[in-house]
């Protein structure tokens, strides 16, 4: 299979936090304890100041989900994006409240696994970090020419 060049797609940024950027959550309670709680509580519908919701992060990780694999069909396509891309994708596949407490890892370097069609995305596998594996990152047993 042939290697494919990266491309880079805004649709799969990370959520746009407004005024709370480059805050730590200390600032962020001390100076908006109120946006701050709604933060906290994953108020669906709650933009920072400049921000976006979760209910526009999850449209907008649909919408670029849908475009991507249906100019792709049949094909293997890769996705790499933050956390919060991550979480949406396994709501939609899982068909989760976008305000619902996370109960499902969202790994660093893990491996998530879905299967996309017009209607549906499903999860055929998540959170997938057996490449990460001490006895595979063993370097001494592969063989130098």
Same mark, same amino acid.
């Given at each position: 299979?042939?290697?494919?060049?990266?491309?880079?797609?805004?649709?799969?940024?990370?959520?746009?936090?407004?005024?709370?950027?480059?805050?730590?959550?200390?600032?962020?309670?001390?100076?908006?304890?109120?946006?701050?709680?709604?933060?906290?509580?994953?108020?669906?519908?709650?933009?920072?100041?400049?921000?976006?919701?979760?209910?526009?992060?999850? &449209?907008?990780?649909?919408? !670029?989900?849908?475009?991507? %694999?249906?100019? @792709?069909?049949?094909?293997?396509? $890769? =996705?790499?994006?933050?956390?919060?891309?991550?979480?949406?994708?396994?709501?939609?596949?899982?068909?989760?409240?976008?305000?619902?407490?996370?109960?499902?890892?969202?790994?660093?370097?893990?491996?998530?696994?879905?299967?996309? &069609?017009?209607?549906?995305? !499903?999860?055929?596998?998540? %959170?997938?970090? @057996?490449?990460?594996?001490?006895? $595979? =990152?063993?370097?001494?047993?592969?063989?130098?020419?």
């Amino acid at each position: 299979m042939p290697a494919r060049a990266v491309q880079l797609h805004t649709g799969l940024r990370e959520r746009g936090f407004g005024t709370f950027e480059g805050q730590t959550y200390a600032e962020i309670e001390a100076q908006w304890p109120e946006a701050s709680l709604r933060w906290k509580r994953r108020d669906p519908d709650f933009a920072p100041p400049g921000g976006e919701t979760p209910v526009q992060v999850h &449209a907008r990780v649909q919408r !670029t989900v849908n475009e991507i %694999a249906s100019q @792709h069909l049949g094909e293997l396509i $890769v =996705l790499v994006a933050h956390g919060g891309v991550m979480d949406m994708l396994y709501r939609l596949a899982t068909q989760q409240p976008i305000g619902s407490t996370r109960t499902w890892e969202l790994g660093n370097a893990a491996i998530n696994r879905l299967l996309w &069609a017009p209607d549906a995305l !499903t999860l055929v596998g998540w %959170a997938d970090t @057996h490449h990460l594996d001490e006895g $595979v =990152l063993d370097d001494s047993s592969v063989v130098s020419h």
